[in-house]
DNA sequence: ACGCTGAAGTGTTACGTATAACGTCGTAGG
DNA sequence: CCTACGACGTTATACGTAACACTTCAGCGT
C-alpha cells in the first residue's frame, strides 16, 4: 500500500543524482522524543491529516469512531506529544499568556501568578512570566519576542515603563491595579480597593478614633492614589475628624521612619490610628509605635493592607483588608483568555473585605458612643 | 547588480523616483508583527537567506560587508523579530529554560526565580514557571509539553512528583536542594545549609545555651534532613548540651504549635533556644514565647533560617541565617545553560551566613564564660 | 439514469527559519 | 592557459502541524 504514490510524486522536481531512495522511515527510534504525529499516522493505518483531525477533535463526519479510535491508540501506545512549535507556525497561536508584574517577591503579586496561572492551566494555556525590567537592564528588551512567543498580556500597572513598552505591540492587554477608564487594555480587573479602605475608615470611625494618619506609599499608581481618596472622601464628611497623611517608602523600614514622624510632637495632637497602605508599612508601624513606649492596640491602632502572610506573624495582628490576590489573576486570565478567542472581555472588581484582627481597638480618649 | 533575476517587477523602479517605494507586497503591512526575514531581505535587495546568515552572525566570507550592512539597516527599519516558533522548529531549541518549584508564594523560590532569569537573560533565555502539580490537579499533566517546548529543567526537591514525572523526559535536569549525590541529574546545586546550622549552633553554644529545642519542618526534604543533622552532629559532643526535636508544620501557626510543645513543663527542664528550620516557624515561635509571659531574648532565645522580609518585620528581630536565593537560582541557570551548551555542568554549593540580631541573648542560666 | 449530498478519507500546501548544496566570478599558482 | 580556490550569493529543502481542496462512494429523490 504505501509508496505506491511516491514513485510519480519527485519524477518532476526531482533533479539531482540518483540517490538511494530513504530505505528507513528513521522517524521512531530517532531521538527520544522525537515522535511525529506521521509515525502516529503510521502506527494506526492512516494519513496524517486524520491524525490531526482525530486528536484536534474536529474529526466528527471526517473519520470513522473506529478509525478515531486507532489513532488515540496509537497515539497513547507511542506517548506522542505535538510539537509545540509546529503547532504555533501552523495556526498563529501560541497557548501561552505573559504576565508582567513588578516583583515575584511580593507576595501578592506571587498569588497573582499563582490564580492566573491556574485558570490559564483550566483553558490548556501556559503562563510566561517576565521580572521587572530593572533586574534585567536596559541593555536587552526582554519584550522584543513578545510578540511572537505569546498570545496575549496581563500587566501590573505598578510595573509603568514595561507597560509602555508593550502597549505599541498590538497584543490583547488586560490591566491589572489600573484606572478602569484607561484606554488601551481589553479589559481592566482590581480588587476592589477603595471599598476596602471604606470599610477601615467606618470601622475606625466606630472605634471612636478622630485623628488618624494615613502612611500612605510613595508610589506613583493608580491603587494607592485610590486608597488615598477613598479614606479622604471617608473622613472628609465625619464632623471632628482630621485625616493627616505621611508618605512612606513601600517597605517595614520605610513604615518605621514614616510611623516615627506621624507619632512625634505632644500626645494630645497624636494620631490614635494609623492607616497604611500595605502590611510592611503596618509591621514598620508597629515597631516606631513600641519603641516610643506605647502599645498596640491601647494606644495607637493600626491597619494594615494586602492580608500578607506577615500580617499574622507580626504581633499583634494585624487588622487589614484582605486582597484576594488569586481571585485577581483568575480574573484577569479569564478576561485574555476571552479576548484572545474573540469574545467581548469584561472589566472586573473583585471584593475586598476587611479582616479585623487585635491591631485596632477603641480610641484611648472616645469618650462618647 | 540588484533584482537580475526580477527585473520585470521592478521595472518602474528604473525611472521613478526615490519617493516611489514598492507598495507593500501584502506583507509588511498586513498585521501588526508580521514582518519576516523574507520581508528584510527584499528591502535590503538580498536573499532570505542572506538574512539569516547576518542576522545569525554567521556572515564572515560569504556575505560581502555592505550587504551586511544593508540587511541589519533594513532589520532595524522594518522592525523586524525573527519567529520564534520558526526558529525553533527549524533547530530543535527553544531558548528557554523551565523552572519547577513549589510555590512561589514562598519568598525563597520567588528569590531563586528572580536570580535564574537574570542568569538566563544574560544569555538571551527565557525562563517559564511551573506552578505545583497539586493546584492543577492530576487530571492535566503540566509536563506533556515540557520536550517540546524547553530545552532544560531547574526543579527544587520539594517538588517530588513533579520531579518524578520529568526524571524520564530525558532533558538536563538541574537539581536544587538536593542531596549531591543524587543520581539523574547533571548538577546540583544548594545553599550550604550544613554550615549555616553550624554556625547557628556555634553561635547558640557561645552564648552559653545547652538546652536546645530543633523545630523541625515536618517535610521529608533533603534541606531539611541536612539541617537537623547538621545541627544534631554540632551538639553531640558538647558536654552538657541536650537536642530535643520538636517537628512542625511549615507555617506561623505550626511553628506557634510546636514552640507551645516544646516550653511545656517545669521552668528548669524548658529549653533556652529554640532553633527553626525556618523564619516562619521562629515567628511561630517568638508567639509562643510571649503567650507563656516569656520574653525573647531574655528567657529564651530564637533562630530562623532563610532570612526572609519577615525576618525583620517581627519583634525581635530575627537572628537568622541568611540563603542567598538569587544566587542560588543563578548558580543553576548557569549549570543548566552549561549543560545545554554541551560543556559539563559543575554542581555548586553557595556560601550562608548566619546573621545576628536581637532574637538570641546569653543564656538565662550561663554561670560560666 | 441522473445529479446531488454527505461521509470518509487522502494529497498537498504553507507557516518562517536555518542550512546544505549548488553556482558564479575573479585571481593566484602551476 | 588551465585549474583551484575563496569570496559572494542564491536555490532548495526540511522541521511538524493544520487546513484546504480534492476524490471516491453509497444512498436517495426524481
Chains 1, 2 share one sequence.
Not at 509508496?3 to 521512531?28: C, I, K, N, Q, Y
Not at 498570545?151 to 491589572?176: E, F, K, N, Q, Y
Request: glycine share 10%; aromatic share 2%; net charge positive.
Amino acid at each position: 500500500m504505501r509508496g505506491a504514490h511516491e514513485d510519480g510524486r519527485h519524477a518532476a522536481a526531482r533533479t539531482g543524482p540518483p540517490e538511494a531512495r530513504e530505505p528507513a522511515p528513521r522517524s521512531a527510534a530517532g531521538r527520544g522524543g522525537g515522535v511525529t504525529s506521521r509515525d502516529v499516522a503510521r502506527a494506526a493505518g492512516v494519513s496524517q491529516a486524520a491524525v490531526s483531525l482525530v486528536l484536534g477533535d474536529k474529526w466528527r463526519g471526517r473519520v470513522s469512531a473506529a478509525k478515531a479510535d486507532a489513532v488515540r491508540a496509537a497515539a497513547r501506545e507511542l506517548d506522542y506529544r505535538p510539537n509545540a512549535a509546529a503547532r504555533t507556525l501552523r495556526t498563529g497561536g501560541t497557548r501561552t499568556a505573559l504576565l508582567v508584574v513588578p516583583a515575584l517577591t511580593n507576595e501578592f503579586f506571587a498569588g497573582v501568578h499563582a490564580g492566573a496561572a491556574r485558570a490559564a492551566a483550566a483553558h490548556d494555556f501556559g503562563v510566561v512570566l517576565y521580572p521587572s525590567p530593572e533586574g534585567i537592564g536596559p541593555a536587552r528588551d526582554p519584550f522584543a519576542a513578545a510578540h511572537t512567543a505569546v498570545d496575549g498580556v496581563i500587566a501590573s500597572s505598578m510595573a509603568t515603563d514595561a507597560v509602555r513598552a508593550l502597549r505599541a505591540g498590538g497584543l490583547p492587554l488586560v490591566m491589572l491595579d489600573s484606572d478602569p477608564a484607561d484606554a488601551g487594555a481589553v479589559a481592566t480587573v482590581n480588587a476592589d480597593v477603595a471599598d476596602g479602605m471604606r470599610q477601615v475608615a467606618r470601622h475606625l470611625l466606630e472605634l471612636g478614633h478622630r485623628r488618624i494618619t494615613h502612611l500612605a506609599a510613595a508610589i506613583d499608581s493608580w491603587t494607592f492614589t485610590a486608597r488615598g481618596r477613598a479614606l479622604a472622601d471617608a473622613l472628609i464628611a465625619v464632623p471632628g475628624a482630621r485625616l493627616r497623611t505621611e508618605p512612606a517608602e513601600l517597605s517595614v523600614a520605610g513604615g518605621l521612619a514614616a510611623a516615627q514622624r506621624a507619632l512625634a510632637g505632644p500626645a494630645a495632637a497624636r494620631p490614635t490610628a494609623l492607616v497604611c497602605d500595605d502590611d510592611l508599612l503596618a509591621a514598620g508601624a508597629l515597631k516606631a509605635v513600641r519603641r516610643l513606649g506605647l502599645r498596640v492596640p491601647y494606644d495607637v491602632s493600626v491597619t494594615g493592607f494586602d492580608d500578607l502572610a506577615l500580617a499574622t506573624a507580626v504581633e499583634p495582628e494585624l487588622t487589614t483588608v484582605r486582597l484576594p490576590a488569586g481571585t485577581v489573576g483568575a480574573a484577569g486570565m479569564t478576561a485574555l483568555l476571552d479576548a484572545v478567542a474573540g469574545r467581548g472581555a469584561e472589566s472586573t472588581t473583585v471584593p475586598a473585605r476587611l479582616t479585623v484582627r487585635t491591631s485596632t481597638a477603641p480610641a484611648p480618649d472616645a469618650q462618647r458612643r
